[in-house]
């Protein structure tokens, strides 16, 4: 791992924390130090090559070392501060400039129109799409929302079941047909069943087989057209790398996807893949999943996913 940044960011002073990199490279003015180019082309060599170990992608990986390097070429640095504190502070900026959408509140939205407020969740097979609806069903019910789950991944009876242990763990209404029935017909039913019986939110789970096949996306789109949802959720593998980003961008261009769940980042030593998809489609990702539990589930945070990827495994750590 990037050696320097990770000492720096276990280092680095309070007072740089709360500073931005135009305080502390502005207030310098003549008097500060000024950071050599040559210096300053060897931290950012280290830089990308980090932010690659860490699966990002590399076109995201050279715009974020042109993001820092734009901020930091030429500027003197107060003398007050170490310049691996300013290198810091500019690549936490980067990151954040990838991320820039991600102010994401589902709340709001919810509260923004009359219920049922409707949840379509697209990804491929085994990325974690059931247990995600399962941990948002739960973590909206304690908030007192009740939901309506719609089993619409007819294409496998398997997924119809596993839906339905969770509904019933869950205490909430399924809403299911025979497998290899209509999943657009069932994401309708489920609507309707919640407006009729007055329910907050409908989740609609969808199949995922190969998502290069035309076939699926065709089904998707049906979907969409049929239940007309509020919201559409791409769930991916932090764990797929390079694939889940080529996943979000088909999802995208076939249904529009507005924000992303990515799911395993238990196993996930890096978490570069949240950069990529979130460079990649310019859309939010709004929760991580983790683990099996219902709980093991909760917001997005840039700051908690540049200690990851910089390798503080103990800030990392203690955010979950
Ligand atoms: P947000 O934090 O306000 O954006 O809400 P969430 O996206 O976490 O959840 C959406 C809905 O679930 C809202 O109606 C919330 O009341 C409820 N909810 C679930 N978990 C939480 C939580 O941890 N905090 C808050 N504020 N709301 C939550
Ligand atoms: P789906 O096919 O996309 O609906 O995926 P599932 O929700 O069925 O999950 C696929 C497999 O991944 C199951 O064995 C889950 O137990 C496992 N899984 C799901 N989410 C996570 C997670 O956050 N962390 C880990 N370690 N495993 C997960």
């Not at 407020?117 to 739960?138: C, H």
Request: net charge neutral; charged share 30%.
């Amino acid at each position: 791992m990037f050696k320097a940044l990770r000492e720096m960011f276990s280092k680095a002073s309070s007072e740089a924390k709360t500073k931005s990199i135009e305080d502390i490279s502005e207030v310098a003015g003549d008097s500060g130090r000024r950071l050599k180019e040559s210096v300053l082309d060897d931290l950012l060599r280290e830089l990308e090559l980090d932010l690659m170990q860490a699966d990002v992608a590399l076109p995201v990986a050279e715009e974020m070392v042109g993001h820092v390097r734009g901020q930091l070429a030429g500027k003197r640095i107060d003398r007050n501060f170490k310049i691996d504190e300013a290198v810091e502070l500019a690549v936490k900026a980067a990151v954040r400039d990838v991320l820039s959408e991600n102010s994401f509140s589902l709340s709001e939205k919810i509260k923004s129109k009359a219920p049922p407020y409707v949840i379509m969740f697209v990804g491929i097979n085994g990325t974690g799409k059931t247990t995600v609806i399962a941990k948002l069903a739960s973590r909206l019910q304690k908030h007192g929302l009740s939901c309506v789950l719609a089993a619409g991944d007819t294409f496998r009876a398997g997924a119809i079941e596993q839906l339905t242990i969770h509904a019933d763990k869950l205490g909430c209404k399924i809403i299911k047909h025979q497998a290899g029935g209509d999943p657009a017909a069932v994401a309708y039913d489920a609507v309707d069943h919640a407006k009729a019986r007055k329910r907050d939110i409908v989740l609609i789970d969808t199949a995922g087989r190969m998502q290069t096949n035309a076939n699926l996306m065709d089904e998707m789109k049906k979907i969409k057209r049929v239940a007309k949802p509020d919201l559409v959720v791409f769930v991916g593998d932090s764990l797929a790398g390079s694939d889940a980003v080529e996943q979000a961008k088909r999802f995208d261009a076939a249904v529009g996807i507005d924000g992303v769940v990515l799911t395993k980042i238990d196993a996930d030593a890096k978490g570069g893949a949240a950069l990529s998809i979130a460079k990649a489609i310019g859309k939010p990702i709004i929760y991580v999943s983790y683990g099996q539990e219902y709980d093991e589930f909760r917001k997005f945070d840039a700051d908690w996913m540049v200690a990851r990827i910089f390798g503080d495994e103990t800030k990392a750590g203690a955010e979950l």
